[in-house]
């Protein structure tokens, strides 16, 4: 299934206006049902996440494939009218030509908006040298603009996620650096003290910055994360591992006592079976 050009334009219209002000909440489902399920419950977006998908397929975050991305990313585009933003990783490639070639495919998936990150995958150094991530960031952008469908580039700064020394500093210059490469929002996985969050959202203002809350934190919440000035919420992750979480517990439980009680915090059935009937 695919989604036409009108409503892929209609989306994206949508999703630009989403970043214009206030503070909104971008969940990430991990398969059609669970981003069904989040439009039935009024959220206005909705996000990829790589490593939740790449759980449901008994794979680690790095190990899915490009086209098992596009064929995931297009299912979630086309499950619901909402705009989808897609975790791109790091477009599958390292050279910038490579990144407008992957970045040109995901933009014809049907998505509003995709991220592109700047980590390289490897061990050392963690991060692709700051010159490259600024032209692959630039490759992507030309990509989309020359698509003729103005979907959301989001630039990714790893820095905290593979564990640089000053991941503050080098989350900066990043930022600021892709924002003038010609991202439309930043987002710096990883960054939760608040200081360092209303820095990173005057240094690029005034395009928005995307927040990942991805742990329960009582400084990390949406009135809070607005008055900093943070346009966008995402969870990455973590309703995954949330769903994987009773997952596990209930069938641990079910192995070591031969008993079913457990199965007793499962969602209901008719429940489900009301939201995905009104699909049809």
């Known amino acids: 299934m695919s989604i036409s050009n009108d409503s892929q334009q209609t989306a994206v219209s949508k999703f630009r206006q989403l970043h214009e002000s206030g503070c909104f909440l971008i969940p990430n489902p991990f ?13 206005q977006a909705l996000a990829t996440s790589s490593a939740g998908f790449a759980f449901t397929r008994g794979l680690t975050d790095e190990a899915v494939s ?19 933003n897609a975790d791109f990783q790091n477009g599958y490639a390292d050279d910038p ?23 390289s995958g490897n061990e050392t150094p963690g991060l692709y040298e700051k010159s490259l991530a600024i032209e692959r960031i630039r490759a992507a952008r030309r990509a989309i603009d020359d698509s003729g469908v103005p979907v959301v580039l989001t630039a990714r700064c790893e820095a905290w996620l593979v564990n640089e020394p000053k991941p503050f500093e080098v ?11 010609g991202a439309d929002c930043l987002y710096a996985p990883g960054v939760t003290k608040s200081d360092e969050i209303s820095a990173i959202v005057k240094a690029v203002s005034p395009k928005p910055v995307n927040v990942l809350a991805w742990r329960p934190d009582p400084n990390m919440t949406l009135a809070s994360l607005r008055d900093l000035g943070v346009r966008r919420i995402s969870v990455g992750s973590a309703l995954s591992r949330v769903a994987w979480g009773a997952f596990i517990k209930a069938a641990r439980s079910i192995a070591s006592t031969g008993e079913f009680d457990s199965l007793a915090e499962g969602a209901s059935f008719a429940e489900l079976s009301d939201v995905f009937a009104a699909r049809k």
Request: glycine share 8%; charged share 20%.
């Open 31 to 43: 398969d059609i049902g669970t981003a069904v399920y989040l439009h039935h419950l009024g959220f």
């Open 66 to 84: 490009r086209d098992a991305m596009l064929e995931h990313v297009r299912d979630i585009a086309s499950a619901t009218s909402l705009p989808v």
């Open 171 to 181: 989350a900066i210059e990043r930022l600021t650096a892709f924002a003038e490469a």
């Open 97 to 119: 030509e490579g990144v407008a070639e992957s970045v040109a495919l995901c933009v014809k998936s049907g998505v509003a908006g995709l991220s592109i990150e700047d980590n």
